[in-house]
């Protein structure tokens, strides 16, 4: 089992920065391809970045491409989302997630085994 715990969410002004961060539970972490995915009122949760376990490859929404960044710290079992350039349309709660282990990285939502609670961001005009 891997419990997820997220922070590092608030309110910030259109074309600010936030990072969020997520922690995990147990010894595997760096065995874990991790994601965070975004979901805003009335609309499915979407798929943000995602980082492999084996070669810390990246992928990410081209919504997001070029302003977010995904980066995790094996030693610490956190991975992070350093979210710049912030528009409204960003606002949304933000999920961390996990796959099982040795797995694949994916965008898919159903792909990931663990969640975390979520945190929110809002993005003021």
């Known amino acids: 089992q891997v419990q997820l715990v997220e922070s590092g969410g608030g309110l910030v002004q259109y074309g600010g920065s936030l990072r969020l961060s997520c922690v995990a539970s147990g010894r595997t972490f760096s065995k874990h391809a991790m994601g965070w995915f975004r979901q805003a009122p009335g609309k499915e949760r979407e798929f943000v970045a995602a980082?492999?376990?084996?070669?810390?490859?990246?992928y990410y929404a081209n919504s997001v491409k070029d302003r977010f960044t995904i980066s995790r710290d094996n030693a610490k079992n956190t991975v992070y989302l350093q979210m710049n350039s912030l528009q409204p349309e960003d606002t949304a709660v933000y999920y961390c997630?996990?796959?099982?282990?040795?797995?694949?990285?994916?965008?898919?939502?159903?792909?990931?085994?663990?969640w975390g609670q979520g945190t929110q961001v809002t993005v003021s005009s």
């Open positions: 997630a996990a796959r099982s282990i040795a797995s694949t990285y994916s965008i898919g939502a159903d792909e990931y085994a663990y």
């Open positions: 980082i492999a376990w084996s070669n810390d490859n990246t």
